[in-house]
């Protein structure tokens, strides 16, 4: 993968006659590096440098004089990486529709994010060049401070967004699901077991169902019966029907084990209203 060019039409002007040339740091360099898209990890040596090399040549071609000029730079070389990434995961093939109109959006962002730093660049240049302020032992001071400095603690998230994003997931149970959800779980397990990308996040926290502690399918164990080929009910007779689902019972109604907890509590429930009926009426 390389880094597509910027456009050369770009109108940021040539650096003025009287700016020498500017050496930029190299902390500026790798973060400007931080920003663009980066390859795959099994990439081979070549397209790791190949992009690298992409990016200094677009910042050679901008050819900041000073260290306005150098961060303006970098701004139009990071929003031009993102545009032209969020670009491409928009019109990916496994892209759903909603998650690439947000691509595209913040694609149109970062085009205008672009111009901005353009035009700025621009007006950088028109300036003349100052005399290099000498800052002494300052720099090693200032240095050794903030390092000495505690950490700044991370600020709390800021609007529902935010705070839904952090939000501890919420545990539903399995018989709460819809249809809807559904659907959105039996893809989710089909993308992970064929290792294709996750679906994108929707909003608010992850939900997660699970079976209740007691739950009847917790200790539900198939029986190896089932496992056998069904020839159809049709084609065999009564005693072929009880032998092969494994009924035993030859009274008036089906078993009781055969239903589930709560039919079993249900059919209970009915038997001691009929047996009080009959006790108090004789029916």
Avoid: C
């Amino acid at each position: 993968m390389s880094l597509p060019k910027l456009a050369p039409n770009l109108d940021v002007l040539s650096p003025i006659r009287d700016k020498p040339p500017y050496a930029i740091p190299d902390h500026i360099l790798r973060a400007m590096l931080l920003t663009l898209a980066r390859p795959a990890a099994d990439a081979p040596e070549a397209t790791w440098t190949a992009i690298v090399q992409g990016a200094l040549d677009e910042l050679d071609t901008l050819d900041p004089r000073d260290a306005m000029e150098a961060m303006f730079a970098v701004q139009i070389i990071a929003a031009n990486a993102g545009m032209v990434d969020a670009l491409r995961i928009a019109f990916e093939a496994d892209t759903d529709a909603k998650h690439a109109l947000r691509q595209r959006a913040s694609a149109s962002a970062l085009a205008r994010a672009l111009a901005v730093a353009a035009r700025l660049l621009r007006e950088q240049r028109g300036r003349p060049a100052g005399e290099a302020r000498d800052w002494g032992d300052a720099v090693a001071g200032l240095a050794s401070g903030w390092r000495a400095a505690a950490p700044r603690p991370a600020e709390a998230p800021r609007g529902a967004k935010a705070a839904a994003v952090d939000a501890e997931p919420i545990v539903r149970w399995i018989d709460e699901l819809n249809d809807a959800d559904l659907a959105v779980a039996v893809e989710e397990d089909r993308k992970e077991k064929a290792g294709e990308p996750p679906l994108p996040a929707g909003p608010g926290p992850k939900v997660i169902y699970r079976y209740k502690p007691d739950d009847y399918a917790r200790g539900w164990k198939p029986d190896p019966r089932a496992w056998r080929v069904y020839p159809g009910w049709e084609n065999m007779t009564l005693h072929q029907r009880r032998e092969f689902f494994g009924y035993t019972y030859t009274g008036p109604l089906g078993p009781i084990e055969a239903l589930s907890p709560a039919g079993q509590i249900a059919m209970l429930a009915d038997q001691a209203e009929e047996a009080a009926l009959v006790a108090e009426y004789g029916m």
